[in-house]
């Protein structure tokens, strides 16, 4: 009958009542194609008297063994290019057969090099080829099925219902955004998107998306929000993304682990408020130019392999979180902004002291372990001790219980101010519903006597070092030597230090027979009230004066210029002997 029935009989117990399946398969009989039909019919054998009488009706199955013969199930086409395919049937026709060629998104996606195929009875089995050709549509490249994700991509106009289009208006004329993360989408991303100048939104996140992003995108001069992350893009990051992008307040490019080179300079951003490049393969350092970007709240580079020195980030007086974290960065611990919230700098080689002074700042969460040179302790506010503390006995004690003592542990706050000796009370509250105790409120307290610790002054010490600067020999263009100086303690407002040079009997180098002998970059460093706990650097060196006047000795002094009360007669550090040289 050209069917298979399995199984061939069904058994119904008397107990159950549930229904039973029977699977039919049409057989293979290597006939002529077509269609035709065969009936199954059913026979009852029971001792029921209802059922053995009952009639069961015929189930007609219409039957058909043709089909077509495609060489491939699944094509990949990059924009432009086409690919082809052959197509055969199975079995001979007894007429002709045209299978029709159409794809499911239209001809603004794919097109074919032929409407249709023609099959005879005496050509069936000569397999026919087929070419198709994906459309540049100027938007999404790759090979995305479009039947799947972008079925509703048809037509000219990508403002009537495309999915992940926006547009201004239903023109066509203005593509604002376009959001397309999620997707599965691959293949690389079209160059033509530079041609969209109006977009404002380019959400393509979290797809498969291959290949170097493309430098066209640095066109898009009115695009504010900017999503890349979480793709397997490689290269490096187009310097036309930070040179030309002057409207970009989101950027963000991270976990795309082939995506290496350098962070390029950030001058230009001066809208932008995010940046997220974590978790890609980028070197070099953090470019000083982050610091011309003033709007920015967040920031994240880590685990990249980002090395040298951190620019002075406490300058950024907006940034709210900051994750440098898993990189090989070096020199001091990062400087704090005013409005920095949470910070992680951990597995780095960061070296000298934690600022205790973090603990007069916004930050309530930091991370910085993994930093084998970094050394000293968090402040309270950020280590998990605690400005109160309830001492507790609950009801139903045993009189030994009741009577233990409870020992509690000070611990005075380095706060860095300079407050001289004062006094700090400590008061008790009884707390409870024993009215016994309550009563005898307020308990008596305790009265500590602080001696403060803090005075004005300055640390100069040698670069890369913790020792303090002795001093030594430097040249005319050659031979540098760099110096690190901070503060010991807050000002209450902004403090200047100026180096000033002399000679060795302490004559100013300006009344000298030979004049100044060396130049300082920078000559003044400016410490404010919230980034004093910052270390600065200066470059001292011999001044190229083209005369040869032989060596010479010099005295080097770092001055106070301010009016800060704590700072105004304080002394700086040892002064400096040099030997300089000339060459």
Not at 450 to 466: K, M, Q, R
Not at 470 to 492: A, I
Not at 541 to 555: C, E, I, M, N
Request: aromatic share 6%; net charge negative; glycine share 10%.
């Amino acid at each position: 009958s050209g069917i298979v029935c399995s199984p061939t009989e069904l058994i119904f117990e008397a107990s159950s009542g549930c229904c039973q399946s029977m699977a039919v398969t049409v057989a293979s009989s290597g006939g002529v194609g077509g269609t035709a039909s065969a009936t199954i019919e059913h026979t009852v054998a029971t001792a029921d008297l209802a059922y053995a009488s009952a009639s069961i009706g015929q189930i007609s199955v219409g039957l058909s063994n043709a089909y077509l013969i495609l060489s491939v199930t699944t094509l990949t086409a990059t924009e432009g290019d086409s690919v082809s395919y052959s197509v055969a049937l199975n079995t001979a026709p007894t007429s002709d057969v045209t299978v029709s060629l159409e794809a499911s998104c239209g001809a603004s996606c794919l097109t074919f090099d032929q409407s249709s195929l023609v099959f005879t009875p005496a050509s069936w089995s000569i397999p026919q080829t087929v070419v198709a050709t994906s459309v540049s549509d100027g938007l999404v490249a790759g090979a995305t099925s479009s039947s799947a994700v972008l079925e509703d991509w048809t037509g000219d106009n990508p403002c009537l219902g495309w999915t992940g289009v926006s547009c201004t208006d239903v023109t066509g004329t203005c593509v604002e955004h376009l959001r397309l993360s999620g997707l599965a989408l691959t293949g690389t991303i079209s160059r033509d998107l530079g041609g969209l100048t109006h977009l404002s939104t380019l959400q393509l996140h979290s797809n498969s998306l291959r290949g170097a992003p493309p430098p066209e995108l640095g066109e898009l001069r009115e695009l504010t929000d900017l999503q890349l992350q979480s793709n397997l893009l490689t290269s490096s990051i187009p310097v036309e993304y930070a040179g030309r992008l002057v409207s970009l307040s989101n950027w963000q490019m991270g976990d795309n682990s082939g995506l290496s080179g350098t962070i390029p300079s950030l001058a230009a951003l001066r809208a932008l408020t995010s940046l997220g490049l974590r978790n890609n393969a980028l070197t070099g350092s953090v470019p000083n130019s982050i610091l011309d970007v003033l709007t920015l709240t967040s920031l994240d580079l880590s685990g990249n392999q980002l090395s040298g020195e951190v620019p002075a980030l406490a300058d950024l007086v907006s940034l709210n979180t900051m994750d440098l974290s898993d990189n090989q960065l070096t020199g001091t611990f990062p400087g704090i902004g005013a409005a920095l919230v949470s910070m992680e700098v951990d597995s780095n080689r960061f070296e000298g002291a934690i600022l205790e002074s973090l603990g007069g700042t916004a930050l309530t969460s930091i991370a910085a372990d993994n930093n084998p040179d970094l050394c000293g302790t968090l402040p309270p506010s950020l280590s998990g001790k605690t400005s109160s503390l309830d001492l507790v006995w609950a009801a139903g004690l045993t009189q030994s219980e009741y009577l233990a003592p409870k020992s509690v542990e000070l611990s005075l706050v380095r706060d860095f101010v300079v407050a001289g000796q004062h006094d700090v009370t400590i008061s008790m509250v009884a707390q409870g519903t024993s009215r016994t105790y309550t009563e005898l409120n307020p308990l008596a307290g305790y009265s500590v006597a602080v001696l403060d610790i803090d005075s004005a002054g300055a640390y100069v010490v040698e670069a890369g070092t913790t020792s303090g600067w002795t001093g030594g020999s430097v040249g005319e263009l050659v031979d540098p030597q760099q110096v690190q100086v901070s503060l010991t303690s807050q000002p209450s407002q902004s403090v200047a230090l100026q180096w000033e040079e002399y000679s060795t009997d302490w004559t100013p180098c300006g009344e000298t027979s030979e004049g100044c002998q060396l130049s300082f970059d920078p000559l003044l460093l400016t410490f404010t009230i919230n980034s004093w706990g910052s270390t600065q650097k200066t470059i001292v060196q011999g001044l190229r004066d083209y005369v040869a006047d032989g060596d010479y000795t010099r005295r080097v002094l770092l001055k106070y210029v301010t009016t800060d009360s704590t700072s105004a007669g304080a002394t700086s550090s040892d002064t400096t002997s040099f030997t300089g040289y000339n060459k």
